[in-house]
C-alpha cells in the first residue's frame, strides 16, 4: 500500500498523535460496545460457574434446530428473490439511463429511506383480514381467501420487499462500471445478444451479485422486527427465539447461548466474503 | 430489452406500491387496518398531534437521534484523521473495531445492553439510548467521514504551510470547510440511523425514553391503533420530500435560468 504523506506518517511523534485521535472512539467502543458484547459471551457459559448446558439446550432440543434451519431457509428465500427482481431493474437502469434511470432510482431511494416499521406496517394492512389482496383473491372467487397474514408467507414477502433496495445499489454500483462497448464487441463478433449478456455482461457484473447476496443474506439472518409483526409465532427466526427468550422467559443464559449462536453463524457468512472477496470491498 | 424494461416496472411497482398504501390508509375512518377505507377524514391526524403518548416518543425519538449524532461525530471525526492519514501498529485491528457494530446482529447488542445497562442502571433512559445508537452509529458514519477525508487532496494543506500558517490555523481555514459537507453527511446518516433504529430501543428505552419505532412496534404488536398510519404517512412525506428535493431544486434553478434573457 501506497505511503501517504510519507514523512509525518513515519514519525514517532505521527503515532502518538494517531492514537490520541483514536483513544475517545477506542475507550467509548470498549466500554459500550465490546463490554455488552462481551457479556452476552459470557453469560453463555456462566449459570453460576462455566456450563455448557446452554448450548446443549440449543442442539438437542429439536425445536431449536428447526428455528435456526427454518431462518438459513427464510434467508436464502429472500435473498434468491431480491436478486431475481433486482436484477432485471439494475440492468434497465444501466442500459436505458436518462429520465427511466432517474424515475427509478428515485423509487428506490424512496423505499431504502422510509423506515422498515412504515413499510412492515404496509403490509399489514396489504395482507390482513380486511386488506385488498384478500379482497382481490375472494373477488377471483378463491373463497374463503386464505389466511395470509402471521404466516412464513407475509415475512419472507416483507422482508423481500424491505431489502430490495440493498440489493439493487449493490447491483447497480457495479453495473455502472461495465463499459459496454465489450458487449458490443461480442455481439460484432457473432454472439447473439443473449448469449453476449450470458458470457460478458454476466460474469462482469458477478461482484455485485456476491456483494448484494451477502448483504441481503446476512441482515435477513438477524431479523427481527418484521418477523416478529408479520410472521408465524410458531415459527420463529432466530432473533425471535432471541426476543422471547428475554421477555417472555427471562432465560438470559439461554438467550445468551442463542444470541452467541446466530452471532458465530453471521461471523462465518463474513468469514467466507473476507477469505474469497476482502471485507472492504463490501462497503465499497 | 423489451421483456427486461417490462420486468423491471413490475419490481418498480412491487417496490413502490405499498409505500403508497399508507396514505389513503391514514384518512380512513375504519377502527381497524382495513383497505380499502370506508370513508375519509382527518381524525386520526388529530388525535396523533393531541396524544401525548404519541407525540412524546417523537420528541424523545428527535432529541435521542440529536445527541447520537454529536456524539457520534466527536468521535469518528478525529479516529477518521488518525486513520486516513496515519500508518501504525494495530491498524487494522482499530479499524474492525470501528466496523463491528455493523457486523454483530442488533438483536445481540439488545441482550448485551438489556443486561448491562440494567446494571448500570441507565435502562429505560434517554442516556442509555444514546450510549447504545451511538456505538451502533459509528461504522456507518466512519465509512462516509473516511471516505470524504481519503479524497482531500492534503497540498492544499501544504501550502497554506507554506504560506506561514500554523497547524490549527490550517485547519480551521483550510482543512475543515472543505471537508464540512462530508462531515454534515457523516452526521446526517447518524442521526437518521438512529431516528429509525427499532431493535436495541424496543429493548432497552422503556416507556418512560420510548422512541418513535418503538411505539410503533408496541402500537402494531399489540393495539393496532390506526395512528400509526398517520405516523407511517407522515414519515413517508418527509422522506419523500427528503428525496426529490434535490430534484425539484435543479428543476426550480434551470426555470430562473431560462426566464433570465440571454
Known amino acids: 500500500m501506497a505511503q501517504v504523506g510519507g514523512i509525518v506518517a513515519q514519525s514517532r511523534s505521527g503515532r502518538t498523535a494517531a492514537w490520541l485521535l483514536l483513544l475517545p472512539a477506542l475507550a467509548f467502543l470498549a466500554v459500550f460496545f465490546l463490554i455488552p458484547l462481551g457479556q452476552v459471551l459470557y453469560f453463555s457459559v456462566m449459570d453460576p460457574k462455566f456450563t455448557l448446558h446452554h448450548y446443549a439446550a440449543f442442539f438437542t432440543d429439536d425445536f431449536y434446530w428447526r428455528v435456526l434451519f427454518g431462518t438459513f431457509r427464510t434467508a436464502a428465500i429472500v435473498t434468491v428473490f431480491c436478486l431475481l427482481l433486482s436484477y432485471p431493474l439494475s440492468y434497465a437502469i444501466v442500459r436505458l439511463g436518462g429520465g427511466f434511470a432517474t424515475v427509478m432510482l428515485l423509487i428506490v431511494a424512496m423505499s431504502f429511506w422510509t423506515s422498515f416499521l412504515v413499510r412492515t406496517f404496509a403490509w399489514m394492512v396489504i395482507l390482513g383480514n380486511n386488506g385488498p389482496l384478500r379482497g382481490i383473491l375472494s373477488a377471483l372467487g378463491w373463497t374463503p381467501a386464505p389466511e395470509l397474514l402471521f404466516t412464513r408467507f407475509s415475512s419472507t414477502l416483507a422482508m423481500v420487499h424491505l431489502l430490495i433496495p440493498f440489493m439493487v445499489l449493490a447491483l447497480y454500483s457495479v453495473m455502472k462500471k461495465i463499459d459496454h462497448n465489450v458487449v458490443r464487441a461480442a455481439i460484432s463478433l457473432g454472439a447473439t445478444p443473449f448469449e453476449a449478456f450470458r458470457r460478458i455482461f454476466l460474469p462482469l457484473s458477478a461482484p455485485g451479485i456476491v456483494n448484494g447476496c451477502t448483504l441481503v443474506f446476512i441482515m435477513c439472518l438477524g431479523f427481527y422486527v418484521t418477523p416478529v409483526l408479520l410472521g408465524s409465532p410458531r415459527e420463529q427466526m432466530i432473533a425471535g427465539l432471541i426476543g422471547t427468550q428475554i421477555e417472555e422467559f427471562l432465560e438470559f443464559g439461554e438467550a445468551s447461548a442463542t444470541a452467541v449462536i446466530l452471532l458465530c453463524v453471521t461471523m462465518t457468512v463474513f468469514a467466507i466474503y473476507n477469505r474469497f472477496v476482502g471485507l472492504d470491498k463490501l462497503w465499497g | ?262
Open chain 2, 1 to 262: 430489452m423489451r421483456i427486461v424494461v417490462a420486468l423491471a416496472l413490475l419490481s418498480a411497482l412491487f417496490i413502490l406500491g405499498p409505500l403508497l398504501i399508507v396514505v389513503p390508509m391514514s384518512f380512513s375512518t375504519a377502527k381497524s387496518f382495513a383497505f380499502p377505507p370506508p370513508d375519509y377524514w382527518l381524525g386520526y391526524y388529530r388525535a396523533f398531534f393531541a396524544d401525548i403518548r404519541w407525540t412524546q416518543p417523537v420528541i424523545n425519538s428527535v432529541l435521542i437521534a440529536f445527541a447520537t449524532m454529536l456524539l457520534t461525530m466527536a468521535l469518528v471525526i478525529p479516529a477518521a484523521f488518525a486513520m486516513v492519514r496515519q500508518r501504525f501498529f494495530g491498524r487494522s485491528a482499530m479499524n474492525l473495531l470501528l466496523m463491528m457494530p455493523m457486523i454483530v446482529p442488533h438483536i445481540v447488542m439488545a441482550l448485551g445492553y438489556y443486561s448491562y445497562f440494567s446494571h448500570l442502571k441507565i435502562i429505560h433512559s434517554p442516556l442509555g439510548v444514546v450510549l447504545a445508537h451511538t456505538c451502533l452509529s459509528v461504522p456507518v458514519c466512519y465509512l462516509i467521514i473516511a471516505a470524504a477525508l481519503k479524497g482531500f487532496d492534503r497540498n492544499l494543506e501544504r501550502a497554506a504551510m507554506n504560506l506561514g500558517a500554523g497547524p490549527l490555523r490550517t485547519f480551521w481555514e483550510v482543512t475543515f470547510p472543505v471537508l464540512r459537507p462530508g462531515f454534515l453527511v457523516g452526521g446526517l446518516f447518524a442521526f437518521i440511523h438512529s431516528f429509525d433504529e427499532a431493535v436495541v430501543a424496543i429493548f432497552i428505552s422503556g416507556q418512560a425514553a420510548s422512541t418513535l419505532p418503538r411505539k410503533m412496534f408496541d402500537s402494531i404488536r399489540i393495539e393496532a391503533d390506526p395512528i400509526v398510519s398517520v405516523v407511517s404517512t407522515l414519515l413517508f412525506a418527509a422522506v419523500l420530500l427528503a428525496v426529490l428535493s434535490p430534484l425539484l431544486w435543479r428543476a426550480i434553478r434551470q426555470t430562473q435560468m431560462k426566464a433570465v434573457p440571454a
